[in-house]
T-cell receptor, first 116, second 114 residues
Framework: EAGVTQFPSHSVIEKGQTVTLRCDPI?????LYWYRRVMGKEIKFLLH????????ESGMPNNRFLAERTGGTYSTLKVQPAELEDSGVYFC??????????????FGPGTRLTVT | AQKITQTQPGMFVQEKEAVTLDCTYD???????LFWYKQPSSGEMIFLIY??????QNATEGRYSLNFQKARKSANLVISASQLGDSAMYFC???????????FGKGTRLSVIA
């Protein structure tokens, strides 16, 4: 079974530019989460999809961040325009809905975003 | 609101020895889950172990065990017989019942010394 994949693994952009991060969850996982870790701080929740619907987007920092999950498969997270404080590692995780181990979230390798 | 506290920024342990990584939590929800993740230098987050708030026994997964003390609100991770490959960041996390998002601590960097 393929794991959660994220693209790109690294991205370096200038302040004011746009970046789009992609996450492909494990096939069949309806739950998809985005998290972010800013240097030296906790990993923070950004938002949660169940299939194509946004279940919870309370962690999105501001309206420069836009997440989509068309068709309930892969998800994209766009940052436009990027600011210096957006630098960090963006993680995606997926999990089953229901089932014996529905608590287990499988994480992708993360995308390291650097805004200069 | 939920909160996870990991008070050890860094820990050292001799190879083959056991080590305990501390984690305390706070929540008002009677039903919750506690998790530990490992993040090696390659960056991926690896699920290690899970403890449900109503589980009677402490969770174990191979060399990992979770010392769950509900009254103290602590969920310490014990790694037995440490190996060099255990060197990594370790994150404690929790969430309420259901498919709610995880709340993480700041992490503990474990270094295993030969």
């Amino acid at each position: 079974e393929a794991g959660v994949t994220q693209f790109p693994s690294h991205s370096v952009i200038e302040k004011g530019q746009t970046v789009t991060l992609r996450c492909d969850p494990i096939s069949g996982h309806d739950n998809l989460y985005w998290y972010r870790r800013v240097m030296g701080k906790e990993i923070k929740f950004l938002l949660h999809f169940v299939k194509e619907s946004k279940q919870d987007e309370s962690g999105m920092p501001n309206n420069r961040f836009l997440a989509e999950r068309t068709g309930g498969t892969y998800s994209t997270l766009k940052v436009q325009p990027a600011e210096l404080e957006d630098s960090g590692v963006y993680f995606c995780a997926s999990s089953h809905v229901g089932g014996q181990r529905d608590y287990e979230q499988y994480f992708g390798p993360g995308t390291r975003l650097t805004v200069t | 609101a939920q909160k996870i506290t990991q008070t050890q920024p860094g820990m050292f342990v001799q190879e083959k020895e056991a080590v305990t990584l501390d984690c305390t939590y706070d929540t008002s929800d009677p039903s919750y889950g506690l998790f530990w993740y490992k993040q090696p230098s390659s960056g991926e987050m690896i699920f290690l172990i899970y403890q449900g708030s109503y589980d009677q026994q402490n969770a174990t997964e191979g060399r990992y065990s979770l010392n769950f003390q509900k009254a103290r609100k602590s969920a310490n991770l014990v790694i037995s017989a440490s190996q060099l490959g255990d060197s990594a960041m370790y994150f404690c996390a929790m969430r309420d019942s259901g498919n709610t998002p995880l709340v993480f601590g700041k992490g503990t960097r474990l270094s295993v010394i030969a």
